[in-house]
């Protein structure tokens, strides 16, 4: 069912550079949400975007950035890459239906820093 | 915070053994609580959920029921095959903030 989306599927990247992941959205969706999955662990947080706004973040610095457009597809923006930023990049899209959400996950990018 | 904790893997099983991957939560109020698999190389998979106190969601035969006496949310399945070897993560949704947070996940290993 999931119908999330993501580019590119794989990226290597320097230290220092700059990366910008896409993300497309379920249809019906109007949310998305970033986490950062470090390889052997659970995904993190990043933050989430609702109706073009961000809608809560989790602990990640002001260099992890993105957008929302008005068909709510999104961006994932790092700078300034750090080699602790390789990682697979998840993008889950939702809405709230019946006070409920449930989150649908793409099938990630997975960045390598050098 | 809101918090999981899952039994640490990996599980190895042999084809048809039962299954049981522990999961316990601490969150405030009342979170929705959800189970996802991770096939090698893949995104997460939706594998079932369930919203308040009581609730068993099930899928493909796994099934786990939403304990809040004991903040658990243990997943189960009777009887299970190769094809679910794979990575389980338990997380919680609490809904004043909109965000999964996961446990650490946990390997599964089935042999034939």
């Known amino acids: 069912e999931t119908g999330v989306t993501q580019s590119p599927t794989h990226l290597i990247k320097t230290r220092g550079q700059q990366v910008t992941l896409r993300c497309s959205s379920q249809s019906g969706h109007n949310t998305v949400s970033w986490y950062q999955q470090a390889l052997g662990q659970g995904p993190q947080f990043i933050f989430q975007?609702?109706?073009?706004?961000?809608?809560g973040r989790g602990n990640f610095p002001p260099r992890f950035s993105g957008l929302q457009f008005p068909n709510y597809s999104s961006e994932l923006n790092v700078n300034a890459l750090e080699l602790d930023d390789s990682a697979l990049y998840l993008c889950?899209?939702?809405?709230?239906?019946?006070?409920?959400?449930?989150?649908?996950f793409g099938p990630g990018t997975r960045l390598l820093v050098l | 915070g809101n918090s999981v904790t899952q039994m640490e893997g990996p599980v190895t099983l042999s084809e048809e053994a039962f299954l049981t991957i522990n999961c316990t939560y601490t969150a405030t109020g009342y979170p929705s609580l959800f189970w996802y698999v991770q096939y090698p190389g893949e995104g997460l998979q939706l594998l079932l959920k369930a919203t308040k106190a009581d609730d068993k969601g099930s899928n493909k035969g796994f099934e786990a029921t939403y304990r809040k006496e004991t903040t658990s949310f243990h997943l189960e399945k009777g009887s299970v095959q190769v094809s679910d070897s794979a990575v389980y993560f338990c997380a919680l949704m609490d809904m004043g903030r909109r965000a999964l947070t996961f446990g650490s996940g946990t390997r599964l290993q089935v042999q034939p």
């Open positions: 889950a899209s939702s809405s709230v239906f019946g006070g409920q959400e449930t989150q649908y």
């Open positions: 975007y609702y109706r073009e706004e961000e809608n």
